[in-house]
């Protein structure tokens, strides 16, 4: 009997108690806390491992936590990237309605877009954490908005920009998305044929988008940029008068006024190199002040005296 009360003692003793999958959860914290990432990373296999067989919604909720903390041990702590990759994968997988699933795809998308460049694997991660309708939506949107342009895919930036522009119309992203709008449809103008109309109604919805942002964005740090990419517009179309004067009221609040004077320096130039030598300008449009036109006496270069005299009034 005494064997046996013994026996139970030593189980029940505080040093030789099985660890549960909490402990294990802890002791990793403390690990990654006190910058010891390998023993962290220890720490939540065996945290994995004591849940494997457990199926309660506890478990549930401690296995996401568990492979959440891999995940980022592996990407702040230690940089490797391809595992912290692979744990988040790994996690979305096992535990996708969890919140730390949420989480995941969203690091999960910079770094497929960051490190291994696929852009389109990392639309598909944010658009799934898009459907969950998570409080930062309208940055996910953006940035779906965004790896579209990066993909030159200017058709699908377009409609995901007005969607966010729908979808969020009191979001902070909203002059970003319209800005990002504009933009596209400026490059579908320099991909389209030239001498196409498809290049002027890119050109024309481009400027207008512009506009808009400006209009209800008055106070907005893109519209200053907003009205230098109008200039930039006109221009490509030739009227480089009116780049001109867009580009000079743009001056008035650009962030860069030696790139918007360049502009307007290069503009000059180029009206100066098509207008011919010694042709004054602001008389060849001068209508009011033009001279009458002359008879035929006088194109040959007799006077108008000459004229009455030899033809009559």
């Known amino acids: 009997m005494r064997r046996l009360v013994l026996a139970l003692a030593l189980v029940l003793a505080p040093g030789c108690r099985r660890e549960s999958a909490t402990?294990?959860?802890?002791?990793?914290?403390?690990?990654?806390?006190?910058k010891r990432p390998d023993e962290a990373l220890v720490e939540y296999r065996k945290a994995l491992d004591a849940l494997r067989l457990d199926d309660s919604p506890?478990?549930?909720?401690?296995?996401?936590?568990?492979?959440?903390?891999?995940?980022?041990?592996?990407?702040?702590?230690?940089?490797?990237?391809?595992?912290?990759?692979?744990?988040?994968?790994?996690?979305?997988?096992?535990?996708?309605?969890?919140?730390?699933?949420?989480?995941?795809?969203?690091?999960?998308?910079?770094?497929?877009?960051?490190?291994?460049?696929?852009?389109r694997g990392a639309i598909d991660q944010l658009t799934a954490a898009l459907a969950r309708n998570p409080p930062q939506g309208a940055e996910l949107h953006y940035q779906v908005a965004k790896l579209y342009f990066e993909l030159q895919d200017y058709q699908q930036c377009v409609l995901e920009s007005r969607k966010l522009a729908e979808r969020f119309a009191?979001?902070?992203?909203?002059?970003?998305?319209?800005?990002?709008?504009?933009?596209?449809?400026?490059?579908?103008?320099?991909?389209?044929?030239?001498?196409?109309?498809?290049?002027?109604?890119?050109?024309?919805?481009?400027?207008?988008?512009?506009?808009?942002?400006?209009?209800?964005?008055?106070?907005?740090?893109?519209?200053?940029?907003a009205s230098f990419e109008m200039g930039k517009l006109k221009a490509e179309a030739g009227d480089n008068e009116k780049a001109i004067e867009t580009w000079v009221q743009?001056?008035?609040?650009?962030?860069?006024?030696?790139?918007?004077q360049d502009a307007i320096a290069r503009a000059r130039r180029r009206i100066a190199a098509t207008t011919p030598e010694g042709l004054d300008r602001q008389a060849a449009f001068d209508h009011k002040n033009r001279p009458a036109p002359r008879n035929s006496v006088e194109a040959v270069g007799g006077s108008a005296e000459e004229a009455t005299r030899d033809h009559g009034d």
């Not at 402990?23 to 006190?34: G, I, K, S, V, Y």
């Not at 910079?110 to 460049?117: A, D, M, S």
């Open 23 to 34: 402990d294990h959860m802890q002791l990793a914290r403390d690990a990654t806390f006190e």
């Open 170 to 225: 009191t979001s902070a992203f909203v002059d970003d998305a319209v800005y990002l709008q504009a933009q596209a449809l400026h490059m579908q103008s320099v991909q389209s044929q030239p001498g196409t109309p498809e290049v002027q109604r890119f050109r024309q919805e481009a400027s207008r988008t512009y506009a808009d942002l400006i209009a209800r964005f008055p106070d907005s740090e893109l519209a200053p940029h």
């Open 58 to 119: 506890q478990a549930a909720v401690l296995k996401a936590r568990a492979l959440k903390g891999a995940a980022d041990v592996y990407r702040l702590e230690l940089r490797k990237v391809k595992e912290a990759a692979s744990v988040y994968k790994e996690l979305i997988a096992q535990c996708p309605e969890s919140p730390e699933a949420l989480e995941g795809r969203v690091v999960l998308a910079e770094l497929l877009r960051v490190n291994f460049r696929d852009l």
């Open 250 to 260: 743009a001056l008035k609040n650009h962030p860069d006024p030696a790139l918007v």
